[in-house]
């Protein structure tokens, strides 16, 4: 069977695209990913061996410029015939769709050909791009088992879960390591207020028994360490994690944002969790709700996450272990996204 795979935008979109590709690949299917020029080089690096890889012409639609929203529509456009026409010589028999204004071309041309379409939905709440192609596909594929803004004449709909790496599926359900470890994930420019409020908080504590590893930006490393060392709170920060698996296994308890990759990763392992949501990002507050829901953590708008909340919250967690655990074996939900999508598309 020929299967197109349409991605790119960010690795959150491809990473699960290309899981699915190499699990497709490896069932004897012929697969074909298509991405934007932004992930060209992630797309060529985690493709299958012997799929072929097509460059679209695309960009969001997100600017506040009306000429550049113009443009970027114009884009997609421009890629949209394109395939129309591709597929008019070489027609796939299934287009599978991961999200994002990449997706949009080959949605629309799969439509156009009366192709069967699979689009996959990241967050607990349907994205724009997302909302903007579901009039053409077939069955929707999420990662939550509730999502919001489904339409009421969308009738296929199925929770696969997300693909996440290997990494992250070898450490699936490992049991907590009780060791008094505090991952805080705060790398991006949005997360400003992890770096303000956490240190601050942990220096309040009565129990300062806490190793604390800390992701920040690269320009308050040095600070953050000095701050850390100077109260004497053991800490390792850095700016980027390469072994995120083994940074969340070896946690007794997280703090982040809630991008949809974060959550399902945290509930793959299974460790409890303090998300705070990227206030202008509604998806966000999406996965972080659905996260919480479940009881593996606390949802916490940004308003509110305080230092005089996060220090309560952290010592009534750090000193009652066994809630620490409960609480990790209900943020647990077993991953098999792979598997599912890929039985899905081939039925």
């Known amino acids: 069977m020929r299967i197109w795979i349409a991605t790119g935008g960010t690795g959150g979109h491809v990473y699960p695209a290309l899981s699915v590709a190499t699990e497709l690949a490896s069932r004897g299917h012929r697969i074909t990913v298509s991405c934007d020029g932004r992930v060209r080089d992630m797309v060529r690096r985690g493709a299958p061996s012997g799929a072929r890889i097509v460059h679209i012409w695309a960009s969001g639609v997100g600017a506040k410029s009306r000429i550049k929203q113009m443009w970027a529509l114009f884009k997609i456009g421009v890629s949209a015939t394109a395939l129309i026409c591709r597929f008019a010589l070489f027609r796939p028999h299934r287009v599978v769709a991961f999200g994002g204004y990449a997706s949009v071309p080959a949605v629309f041309a799969a439509h156009v050909w009366k192709i069967p379409t699979f689009l996959h939905e990241q967050n607990a709440a349907i994205g724009r791009a997302n909302k903007f192609a579901m009039r053409w596909v077939k069955t929707l594929m999420t990662s939550f088992p509730t999502v919001s803004g489904i339409p009421n004449g969308m009738s296929n709909v199925v929770y696969t879960g997300l693909p996440v790496r290997r990494e992250i599926l070898a450490a699936s359900g490992s049991p907590l390591p009780n060791s008094g470890r505090l991952l805080v994930t705060g790398g991006s420019l949005g997360a400003q207020i992890l770096d303000d409020i956490v240190p601050e908080s942990i220096v309040a504590m009565k129990n300062k028994k806490i190793f604390v590893t800390h992701q920040t930006r690269p320009e308050n490393v040095a600070r953050l360490q000095r701050f850390y060392s100077d109260n004497n ?33 945290l509930q793959t392992i299974g460790r409890p969790a303090i998300l705070v949501p990227l206030g202008i990002n509604p998806d966000q507050a999406a996965n972080a709700s659905s996260f919480a829901k479940n009881g ?3 949802a916490i708008e940004q308003s509110k996450f305080t230092t005089r909340w996060l220090t309560s919250t952290l010592s009534d967690l750090f000193d009652n272990p066994l809630r620490l655990e409960k609480m990790a074996q209900k943020a647990h939900v077993p991953n098999d996204a792979v598997a599912k999508i890929s039985d899905v598309v081939t039925k």
Request: glycine share 14%; net charge negative.
């Open 233 to 265: 709170i053991r800490a390792n920060v850095l700016s980027f994690i390469h072994d995120m698996a083994g940074a969340i296994e070896n946690s007794d308890l997280v703090i982040g944002r809630s991008g949809a990759s974060t959550v399902v990763e």
């Open 296 to 298: 593996g953590g606390f």
